[in-house]
T-cell receptor, first 114, second 113 residues
Framework: EDQVTQSPEALRLQEGESSSLNCSYTVSGLRGLFWYRQDPGKGPEFLFTLYSAGEEKEKERLKATLTKKESFLHITAPKPEDSATYLC???????????????FGKGTKLSVKP | NAGVTQTPKFQVLKTGQSMTLQCAQD?????MYWYRQDPGMGLRLIYY???????DKGEVPNGYNVSRLNKREFSLRLESAAPSQTSVYFCATSAGYYNSPLHFGNGTRLTVT
């Protein structure tokens, strides 16, 4: 069964304290892995798409990496405004013809204290 | 440029009542989707429309119907609401090409009592 697991469920950091969020997946062929940011009361906001093992993408203090079994979202010197829930989603080879047929993880809630 | 607009933002229904959730996009995207988000669970796909004139079931379609009114609008209808349908509902769009990302609205928070 295709599955996406994010860890930890919650992470508290001090401002400037770098860390990583993990997204591990077991799927029958990966088409793409997506990272989203979700603020309270808002819809998820697209951050990155990763397609193949070894790929990396960066945006400001965020850097996403991909291996054959997992993806990491590295946060360098975080600020309070980085506080949000970060969602990981995968699209498999058996996506049923819809780009929206993603398997979402449950998310990691990140809190950054000043 | 509003992106994806959902109405209403909040709704309280009694068991057995019906309602329609509205979604409109100005992104000129071909594909539109309805998801639900529940505490402790990931987002789950209810229905989607790959292009104007087509709709298909997702992972959790029971108790829902959809209408793709035109390229811009995609509605979700609850014919007889149940407490199990208490959730946050998100509409999303994508350009529809391979691995195109989803763009979400800000959700409708529905409570069924």
């Amino acid at each position: 069964e295709d599955q996406v697991t994010q860890s930890p469920e919650a992470l508290r950091l001090q401002e400037g304290e770098s860390s990583s969020l993990n997204c591990s997946y077991t799927v029958s062929g990966l088409r793409g892995l997506f990272w989203y940011r979700q603020d309270p009361g808002k819809g998820p906001e697209f951050l990155f798409t990763l397609y193949s093992a070894g790929e990396e993408k960066e945006k400001e203090r965020l850097k996403a990496t991909l291996t054959k079994k997992e993806s990491f979202l590295h946060i360098t010197a975080p600020k309070p405004e980085d506080s949000a829930t970060y969602l990981c989603a995968v699209q498999t080879m058996n996506y049923g013809g819809s780009q929206g047929n993603l398997i979402f993880g449950k998310g990691t809630k990140l809190s950054v204290k000043p | 440029n509003a992106g994806v607009t959902q109405t209403p933002k909040f709704q309280v229904l009694k068991t057995g009542q019906s309602m329609t959730l509205q979604c409109a996009q100005d992104m000129n995207h071909n594909s539109m989707y309805w998801y639900r988000q529940d505490p402790g669970m990931g987002l789950r796909l209810i229905y989607y429309s790959a292009s104007e004139g087509t709709t298909d079931k997702g992972e959790v379609p029971n108790g829902y119907n959809v209408s793709r009114l035109n390229k811009r609008e995609f509605s979700l209808r609850l014919e007889s609401a149940a407490p199990s349908q208490t959730s946050v509902y998100f509409c999303a769009t994508s350009a529809g090409y391979y691995n195109s990302p989803l763009h979400f609205g800000n959700g409708t928070r529905l409570t069924v009592t």
